[in-house]
């Protein structure tokens, strides 16, 4: 079998967490479930994404929740009761041209939908490994334009400023028109010769695109023409094994009143100025997956599954929960009063984000959590590998 260059980075990442999981057997801490979450509803949405390493999670956008699966489904459903209000199958486009059909018809893992979901100028936005970046009606379903672009779509596109923003797995990034695809501007990049399979997400704000690479760099382009405004190195390659030399920067960066939380695998947390790119502060915490933030404090799992809250106005640590340390967890979701993390047996953890301290555990389909949940605090919606979207609330 062989490999490409990213897929070899995760094949060496992935042996690199099963070697750590030999050598000493992975308990999960003891937790006495102070609350009890409840089930609102779950779906199953078509076969999930599988193994594939996948920027797929789901959407809440006002009354709906919508989510993807590999092969090429997309379905929305209402927030409140789990109907299906529709689906949209990407292998059954009627404007695909004779060779994308026949690609489709011969390829095992069809659309291979690895990118979304986003929202903006009334639509939804995804993208596939086959190239495909496509724009549904947010309100029916109905295919609003499918333009191909020249690379892997990995991540969700970012979307604002009158414009649709797509990060390939290449590392270029290209600007379209949210009306019809059309593309106005593209921003070449070069990658590293090994990375993690993954990019991070762009986000769009203040007339600027702001981007991580593969090189452990973080830049802002001007939005309208695609013209670097700057780039700065957060993290630098070192270390004699080639895992301890990748510097990618995969999580989503954060932007708030003008400032970028930015954070690499085997870097550091960056605060950083948006126009400048002036350095603010920076602390020594390394991590892969997307953080979030409430209020004034920034969470985090680092990449060996620490968890961590920071002040973000001046980077001081407020706790850290270690007792998840090696077990292979999402991002973080913030939800009411509590911090939700998974991991890739299925278990949802929850601590109460104000201390720290683990106060439930819940088991789900075992084939695993491989993004954060998303929440809009009134509820919390989780999926799992084999496509299974569930619904949960609190009190």
């Known amino acids: 079998m062989r490999f490409s260059v990213k897929q070899a980075a995760v094949v060496l990442f992935s042996f690199s967490l099963l070697a750590c999981s030999s050598k000493e057997k992975l308990v999960l801490p003891e937790v006495e479930n102070q609350i009890k979450p409840r089930e609102v509803w779950s779906a199953q949405v078509g076969n999930g994404v599988a193994h594939y390493e996948s920027g797929l999670k789901p959407l809440i956008l006002n009354d709906k929740v919508y989510m993807a699966s590999r092969e090429g489904l997309v379905v929305a459903f209402e927030l409140s009761s789990g109907k299906r209000l529709w689906t949209f199958d990407l292998r059954k486009d009627d404007t695909l041209s004779t060779l994308q059909k026949l690609r489709q018809r011969f390829s095992a893992d069809n659309a291979r939908i690895a990118g979304g979901i986003s929202h903006g100028f009334g639509n939804i936005y995804l993208g596939t490994e086959n190239g495909d970046l496509v724009a549904l009606n947010a309100e029916t379903g109905a295919l609003a334009w499918r333009v191909q672009v020249p690379g892997e779509v990995l991540v969700s596109p970012a979307v604002g400023d009158g414009f649709v923003v797509v990060k390939l797995g290449t590392g270029s990034l290209i600007g379209l028109s949210p009306d019809n695809g059309e593309q106005r501007w593209i921003f070449e990049n070069e990658q590293p010769p090994l990375t993690i399979r993954g990019v991070s997400e762009p986000v769009i704000d203040s007339g600027g695109v702001v981007y991580g690479t593969a090189n452990g760099r973080v830049g802002v382009l001007v ?11 957060i993290a630098t390659p070192k270390g004699s094994t080639d895992l301890s030399r990748l510097v990618d920067v995969d999580a989503k960066p954060i932007v708030i009143a003008g400032t970028i939380y930015t954070i690499a695998f085997n870097g550091e947390l960056f605060a950083l100025d948006l126009r400048s790119g002036q350095q603010l502060w920076k602390r020594d915490y390394a991590s892969f997956r997307n953080m979030t933030v409430q209020g004034t404090v920034l969470y985090l799992v680092d990449s060996e599954g620490r968890i961590y809250a920071i002040d973000r106005r001046n980077g001081t640590e407020l706790w850290s929960q270690t007792g998840l340390h090696r077990h292979f967890l999402t991002g973080p979701a913030v939800y009411k009063d509590y911090l939700v993390v998974g991991d890739n047996k299925g278990n949802l953890h929850w601590l109460d984000r104000n201390s720290g301290d683990f106060v439930a555990r819940q ?31 609190t009190p």
């Open 363 to 393: 088991s789900f389909d075992s084939s695993g959590f491989f993004r954060e949940p998303v929440s809009n605090n009134e509820v919390l919606v989780i999926s799992t590998r084999d496509g299974e979207l569930t619904v949960l609330q």
């Open 223 to 233: 939005v309208d023409r695609g013209f670097q405004a700057w780039e700065e190195n």
